[in-house]
């Protein structure tokens, strides 16, 4: 809802081709379709096909540029989205997935639309623009509380058992996202090669696994503009797996800036409007409602924070080697490099 734009100029695609694969679908539209994009989203690309009927698919593929498979895997989401509506009813349910890469030159993966309010750094007229503070504690509380209730679920229940390789995840996640730093920096940074070595040296023990999300966040989700208590949809799957869950907190938590903590345009949730639950609350909530040991969550705090300035800086370099042209991305360095600094200071 309030995300469409027309298609960017650099990110259309052969709407014939994908017309032609969709109609050979079994109990897909064969007519073709009128496209929009999804403008909001920073990393994969998003796009709504309204058919003449009214049908409503949307279809997502991994950005321009050389990626890593690993975080923009299309095969992974369609998987997922395929069976976690069975139990968790926030998930979109995938209905078909591409991987012939000659129709749009990625794979991508289909799935139905789930409409919603799209949060991102400010609270919209629809919820108080952030001055109603009930609302604004609304809003704090069912990020948390949806997470939890993901976590709560059973892979086995939809089939997920077997997802991922939750036996030394967060060890792979610390080498991987250090990896991912180095491919993507474009100077050097000491103070993010620091956290890295800190992070690496300072491993926890994992708990029990869980379906994870790997990039939870207000902004990857939809709520009901008249209730924002309730949870509509929950998007962004390509990087879902089983494994410790603290390391989706510790992700959401990267951004969960207390008042006066970060720069205001760092800001990717309105954490700092009057009635947001404080960041101490939010994790102490979760673990109410999951029963997980926080007893090393700073841990998990300082790892979300850092790599969020990896994830920016991931984004950064692809402007800067001219794979994408959207604007937007230009000043994600300097984000980059707050985000770094903030994950040093928030070491225990």
């Given amino acids: 809802m309030g995300d469409l734009i027309e298609v ?41 096909l309204t058919y003449p009927d009214g049908k409503e698919l949307v279809l997502r593929r991994p950005p321009l540029g050389p990626v890593a498979t690993s975080s923009h895997d299309m095969s992974r989401e369609y998987r997922v989205l395929s069976r976690l509506w069975r139990s968790f009813d926030k998930a979109p349910r995938a209905v078909a997935f591409c991987e012939d890469t000659t129709v749009i030159g990625a794979p991508f993966v289909l799935m139905e ?42 892979p086995d229940e939809c089939d997920l058992g077997d997802l991922g390789h939750p036996q030394g995840f967060i060890e792979r996640q610390v080498s991987g996202w250090t990896g991912r730093w180095e491919k993507s920096k474009h100077e050097e940074n000491a103070t993010a090669d620091e956290v890295a070595d800190w992070l690496a040296s300072e491993l926890p ?49 990267g951004s969960w800036f207390d008042p006066g903590e970060a720069p205001e345009e760092l800001g990717m949730m309105p954490t700092t409007v009057e009635g947001w639950m404080n960041r101490k609350a939010a994790v102490g909530l979760y673990g109410e409602l999951t029963g997980t040991d926080m007893s090393r969550v700073d841990w998990y705090l300082v790892f979300g924070s850092w790599k969020l300035g990896v994830v920016l800086q991931q984004i950064y370099i692809r402007w800067l080697r001219g794979q994408t042209k959207d604007g937007r991305f230009q000043a994600l360095d300097e984000g980059a490099r707050q985000l770094f600094r903030l994950a040093a200071d928030r070491r225990p």
């Fill in 205 to 253: 023990d994992s708990g029990h696994p869980t379906l994870l999300h790997n990039d939870w966040r207000l902004d990857n989700m939809a709520l009901d503009p008249k209730d924002p208590a309730q949870c509509t949809a929950v998007y962004d799957w390509d990087m879902a797996t089983r494994g410790d869950p603290l390391a989706d907190l510790g992700t959401l938590m």
């Fill in 113 to 154: 639309r789930r409409d919603g309010l799209v949060v991102r750094g400010q609270v919209p007229a629809e919820l108080g623009s952030g001055k109603d503070a009930i609302s604004n504690g609304k809003l704090s509380e069912v990020v948390i509380k949806t997470l939890a209730e993901f976590h709560n679920v059973d």
């Fill in 8 to 48: 960017r100029q650099d990110e259309r695609f052969d709407v014939e081709a994908v017309t032609a694969w969709i109609a050979v679908q079994p109990g897909l539209p064969t007519e073709s379709a009128q496209v929009m994009q999804f403008g909001g989203g920073k990393a994969n690309l998003t796009y709504l």
